[in-house]
């Protein structure tokens, strides 16, 4: 069971023109949004990455608008965010053991950035409902390699409640709202 003491949220290259290339667009928005408003409302430190924000456009509003002012959001062109040396450095520098991932392609860079934080140590929870790809079968395969590989496969609501532990947690009411 992750801690809410010791997790951070990843939100993988949430942007516009990635997200308008999906078939089904509205469950990766629900998803990430919920994940970037819990973060803000229970405290939980949390990195966005933008894959070459020039061509592909910017994280979506409905994250960004969720976010906690000074959230940091990381420039990249490698496919593992953990290649950027900037967000190496955040993700080490946090000292949180449990890292929350989702994003856009699931089998890309969810999938490398994933395999990097594994090998660097760090417990990587997948929520797979705030993951996504073009096509069904590359999102599947994607989530099938960070399982073997040793990632946790959950979603969102599960996480959240894992992280609540129980519903006397003072987050409970406002996050179980963005449930409803």
């Given amino acids: ?5 010791d997790t951070l949220f990843v939100l993988i290259d949430i942007q516009e023109k990635l997200v308008t290339m999906l078939n089904k667009q509205e469950p990766i928005i ?5 994940l970037a408003n819990a973060a803000a409302i229970m405290n939980i430190p949390t990195v966005l990455t933008e894959q070459y924000p020039q061509g592909l456009g910017k994280t979506i509003f409905d994250v960004t608008s969720a976010i906690t002012e000074g959230t940091p959001v990381i420039e990249k062109t490698s496919f593992s965010a953990m290649q950027t040396p900037e967000f190496a450095e ?9 890292i929350v991932i989702g994003g856009i392609e699931t089998h890309i860079c969810v999938y490398q950035t994933t395999i990097d934080l594994i090998a660097e140590g760090f417990n990587v929870v997948v929520a797979k409902d705030a993951c996504a790809s073009r096509s069904s079968d590359c999102f599947k395969t994607g989530i099938q390699l960070m ?3 040793g990632a946790t496969i959950s979603n969102v609501e599960t996480i959240l409640f894992e992280l609540l532990k129980t519903s ?7 996050v179980q709202a963005l449930i409803k």
Avoid at 168 to 174: D, Q
């Fill in 1 to 5: 069971m992750i801690d809410i003491n």
């Fill in 30 to 34: 629900k998803a990430t949004s919920r």
């Fill in 90 to 98: 955040k993700i080490k520098a946090s000292g949180k053991k449990n």
């Fill in 147 to 149: 399982k073997d590989a």
């Fill in 168 to 174: 006397k947690n003072p987050y409970f009411k406002p």
